[in-house]
Nanobody, 120 residues
C-alpha cells in the first residue's frame, strides 16, 4: 500500500513561487498516474494537474496552464508541482493521490495535504 506525504506549502505573495512535493513510501509510484488537487474553504475539490504513468504526459486545468508544472523523479519516488506566478485564487489545501495506470477519476491513497496561501 502506497502512502503519500505532501510538503512544500507556505505563504507567498502574489507573483511568487512554490514547489510542492508528493513523496511516496510503501510502494513505488511506477505504474501510477499521480494527480494534484486543491480545495479552498467553502469550495469543492478541484483537479489541478496529473502526470501519466507510462510517458509522464502532463495534464493541467486551464486556470494553471503556463504557470504550474508537474514532474516526476523516479529515483526519489516523488512527484512535484512547481507553481509560478501564484495568484490569490490559488490559495487552498493541495493534495496528491494515485490513479492506477492513467489519469482519470478513481484516485486513491490521498495524502494529508499541504496549505498554500497567496496573500500580500
Amino acid at each position: 500500500q502506497v502512502q503519500l506525504v505532501e510538503s512544500g506549502g507556505g505563504t507567498v505573495q502574489p507573483g511568487g513561487s512554490l514547489t510542492l512535493s508528493c513523496a511516496a513510501s510503501g510502494s513505488t509510484l511506477a505504474g501510477y498516474a499521480i494527480g494534484w488537487f486543491r480545495q479552498a474553504p467553502g469550495k469543492e475539490r478541484e483537479a489541478v494537474s496529473c502526470i501519466e504513468s507510462d510517458d509522464d504526459t502532463a495534464l493541467y486545468v486551464d486556470s494553471v496552464k503556463g504557470r504550474f508544472t508537474i514532474s516526476r523523479d523516479k529515483a526519489k519516488n516523488t512527484v512535484y508541482l512547481q507553481m509560478n506566478s501564484l495568484k490569490a485564487e490559488d490559495t487552498a489545501v493541495y493534495h496528491c493521490a494515485t490513479e492506477a495506470d492513467m489519469c482519470g477519476s478513481d484516485y486513491a491513497n490521498w495524502g494529508q495535504g499541504t496549505q498554500v496561501t497567496v496573500s500580500s
